[in-house]
């Protein structure tokens, strides 16, 4: 395994970014400055970072409600995104859509989809399209476990295989749909396993650590640029905290919870990136301060930022209406 | 110059997709047995050898999946036409339908379009009984996002396909399945009556009966009936029910002050109980008589031919409530 300094540096960044993006996202829901649901990503920062490394910027990114930091590592500013959460016109979405509904055309990112599983269709046809023009995009489609149980899942793996499309399905499997475990849920509860019955090349990766599953995206996004068809990556990570702003967790134990959490993204990271010896070169303190900063100037840019005009509020049902 | 042939309301849509395949490589078609099978009611028969199996796509059964499929392929360049067999199976597709095509450019702020098109077979009439042959259009009447057509005359069935796929976002075109063997005439040299604007079919001073679909011609075959009878009616086929053109009915409303309305949908919540208070709303004081309507009574649609014919709109039940609407005022 390679792992070069800047890259090393850059995981790092981002991984703390999403923790340190989201941590502030929970403290300003408390203080009602972000309202609606708001769905945490911390535990899982390793799959986006790895994954999204592996692209370019013709490929596409499809995501669901749980997408702060597949939206802040593909490459939308912290600003736009925290404005988004605040609602406010200057969000990457005009404010529209919320923390569920992030979007960026200009970056290919096709957007938070708030039904389980109804994303994975949509992958399937942008990447057809890719395929009929001729480009080499490859569409990656973030889902949890939960989707596997959606007839779409199934619909869209089938879809992929049959008509071998340039799909990286990648399935964060957290253990449990909202407060029902994967073994509550699924006869079988290898994920990876089921898109194998589909004929797609699957592969089970361990979702806490970045290298890994930059590594799996790598030789994934390779094999499905290269026209063979669609791949699945099963990356078993964890979420740390509740399920929305609304969650007791009446459904796990406290323990359970800090078992995980020693294996932790950023836990993991540093000690495999201590096992490399490069650590002490990552200058961790400069880059937790450049983080903050950038938080701090998200917070800034949303609070400043303004309310759309209601007089807009028809504005954008359909396409005429864009140019007006 | 006119270039009117006689042709079938079949072979009207069929004409419609291959010259806009032949123009424009975005479009593809897609859509359960569109390809080797010809289409369930023989649209696209031939259109596979001509166009191959990547643009006559034949799916598998998952309506959800392939019209997702075709929402995100319209997101990314394309211009999708998505078959579904009939409305009763777009009920699996709900959810791609309504939470992503209707939403998505709103949603997104203004930055994905989704010019996607979705016809599908509507309508009762050949005994298929109650999973086909129900008539939701003036369901997704009620979407905003997204657009309904409602093609009565060969000559809409061909134009509004080309409409449709003109237009940048979601167009859903619903196919009356007993229209497919109708015949009519066909000039492909005029300009397409652009979507939301209904057309005076029939004029007349009397009343006026609102009707979409094949009712346009139970309604055209009613009014000849009242016509012998001294009642003329004027009938304005609606074509749009999304958005609806509340300037023609209006209009209408207020040269005969008499409504009827024709509505192969389930009278409660219907789209004819939109169009009433659309004119309660707009031109209440036009009236001279309470405004009448004939739906399908509120039952899934039996297989007996009887039965079926007692469900849903016809001639006679239209001739009755205009008659009653006449005696009342």
């Not at chain 2, 042939?5 to 047995?33: C, H, N, P, Q, S």
């Not at chain 2, 211009?79 to 939470?99: C, G, H, K, W, Y």
């Not at chain 2, 409303?253 to 659309?278: N, P, Q, Y």
Request: charged share 25%; glycine share 8%.
């Amino acid at each position: 395994m390679k792992l070069s300094l800047e890259k090393a540096k850059k995981f790092y960044r981002q991984m703390l970014l999403i923790r340190r993006f989201e941590e502030k996202s929970a403290q300003l829901y408390t203080e009602q400055k972000i309202r609606g649901f708001l769905h945490l990503y911390i535990g899982e920062e390793a799959v986006a970072t790895g994954i999204m490394d592996a692209l370019t910027p013709q490929d596409g990114v499809v995501a669901t409600y749980r997408e702060h930091g597949h939206a802040l590592v593909r490459g939308i500013p912290a600003t736009k995104v925290m404005a988004e959460l605040y609602g406010k016109m200057e969000g990457c979405s005009r404010g529209r859509g919320g923390s569920m509904h992030l979007f960026d055309k200009k970056l290919r990112f096709y957007g938070g989809y708030a039904i389980v599983g109804g994303g994975l269709p949509l992958a399937v046809g942008i990447a057809l399209a890719d395929k009929r023009m001729g480009r080499k995009g490859v569409t990656v489609c973030f889902f949890g476990d939960g989707a596997v149980a959606e007839g779409e899942f199934h619909e869209s793996l089938n879809l992929a295989a049959l008509w071998q499309l340039p799909v990286l399905f990648v399935c964060e499997n957290n253990l449990y749909g909202m407060g029902t475990h994967l073994k509550y849920a699924e006869s079988e509860t290898n994920i990876a396993k089921k898109a194998k019955s589909y004929r797609i090349e699957a592969h089970q990766v361990d979702g806490m650590d970045v290298i890994k599953i930059n590594e799996a995206a790598r030789k994934a996004v390779e094999y499905v640029r290269s026209g063979k068809g669609p791949q699945f990556l099963e990356c078993l990570t964890y979420r740390f905290r509740a399920h929305s702003m609304f969650d007791a967790e009446l459904y796990r134990t406290k323990e359970e919870v800090e078992e995980w959490k020693k294996k932790g993204p950023l836990v993991t990271f540093k000690k495999r990136v201590e096992e490399l010896g490069i650590w002490s070169e990552i200058d961790a303190d400069a880059i937790e301060k450049e983080v903050e900063k950038t938080i701090e100037e998200a917070v800034a840019f949303a609070e400043k930022g303004t309310w759309e005009p209601v007089s807009d509020l028809t504005k954008y049902l359909y396409s005429q209406e864009v140019s007006s | 110059m006119s270039e009117a042939k006689e042709t079938t309301y079949r072979k009207a849509v069929g004409k419609a997709i291959d010259d806009a395949m032949k123009k424009d490589e975005r479009v593809f078609l897609a859509g359960e047995d569109v390809g080797r099978y010809g289409g369930s009611y023989a649209v696209s028969m031939g259109l596979l050898e001509k166009y191959g199996p990547e643009r006559i796509v034949d799916t598998p059964l998952c309506e959800s999946g392939f019209t997702g499929m075709g929402i995100g392929a319209a997101m990314n360049g394309m211009r999708p036409i998505i078959e579904i067999m009939t409305v009763n199976f777009s009920l699996l597709a709900l959810d791609q339908i309504v939470n992503n095509a209707s939403h998505l450019l709103h949603m997104s702020g203004g930055q994905f379009n989704v010019p996607l098109v979705i016809r599908m077979a509507t309508g009762a009439g050949k005994q298929l009984a109650a999973q086909h042959s129900h008539s939701l259009e003036g369901w997704y009447a009620h979407i905003p996002g997204i657009k309904v057509l409602t093609p009565a005359t060969v000559q809409d069935a061909h134009d509004m396909v080309h409409l449709a796929l003109a237009d940048p976002d979601p167009v859903i075109i619903f196919e009356n399945a007993l229209l497919y063997n109708n015949k009519g005439t066909l000039d492909t040299s005029l300009e397409p009556l652009p979507i939301g604007k209904a057309n005076v079919e029939r004029e007349g001073k009397d009343m006026t009966i609102f009707a979409y679909g094949i009712n346009l011609f139970k309604a055209l075959e009613a009014a000849e009936t009242l016509a012998k009878e001294g009642i003329e009616a004027e009938v304005v086929d609606l074509r749009s029910l999304r958005p609806l053109d509340d300037e023609t009915i209006v209009a209408s409303v207020k040269k005969t002050h008499r409504v009827l309305i024709v509505d192969e949908g389930w009278r409660s919540g219907s789209i004819s109980a939109e169009i009433m208070a659309r004119i309660n709303e707009q031109a209440f004081f036009e009236l001279d008589a309470p405004m009448y309507r004939v739906c399908t009574e509120e039952v899934p649609i039996p297989y007996p031919r009887h039965l079926e014919q007692a469900a849903i709109p016809t001639p006679d039940k239209i001739v009755a409530a205009a008659k009653k609407m006449m005696e009342e005022s």
